[in-house]
C-alpha cells in the first residue's frame, strides 16, 4: 500500500535514497532534506519496514519533480517502482501540473513509461539551485527526462 510519508519514515527514506547512492545509482539526500520536503514523499511500507518511496516536488507554475525515487532490492521485479510513478504522476495531475520531468541514471526506466530525454536546458533555472550545492556540480550525469500530462487524455 503506498501512503503519504510520516515524520517518523523520515530517516528511514534517507537510508533507502542512500543505499542507491553509495553505488552511484542516484544522489544522495539528507536527513535535513527529507523533513524540508516531508510532504512530496510517498512510501511502500512492508512489515513496519519502508520499501519504496518516491518524491513529487513542485518546482515552477505547472511543472513537477520526481524526485529520491527508490524500491529495496529484495522488493524489486513486484511493480512498486511502477506504483509509485503512477502515484506521484496522479498527485501532480490532481494539481493541474502539466509536466513532470526527473534527473535520473537510470533512464531506461522511465521511458518504459512515456518519458522523454528532454535538453536540461528546456527546464526553469530554478531547478538548477540544488544543483549548484551538490558534490556532483557541475558533472553529476544525470538525464533529464519529462512527462507530459496532457498525453493522457
Known sequence: MIRKALMTDAVEIRNLVNYYAD???MLAISLNNVYDRLRD????ES???IVGTIA???VWENLGEIRSMAVAENFQG???ARDLLR???DEAEKYSCSRV???TYVPEFFQKYKFK???????PHKVWADCINCPKFPDCGEIPLAYDLDMEK
Open 117 to 123: 530525454i528532454i535538453d536540461k536546458h528546456d527546464l
Open 23 to 25: 553505488k552511484d545509482k
Open 101 to 103: 520531468f526527473t534527473l
Open 47 to 49: 512489515d513496519g519496514k
Open 56 to 58: 513529487l516536488h513542485f
Open 78 to 80: 513486484q511493480g512498486i
Open 41 to 44: 514523499f510517498f512510501v511502500v
Open 87 to 89: 502515484v506521484a504522476i
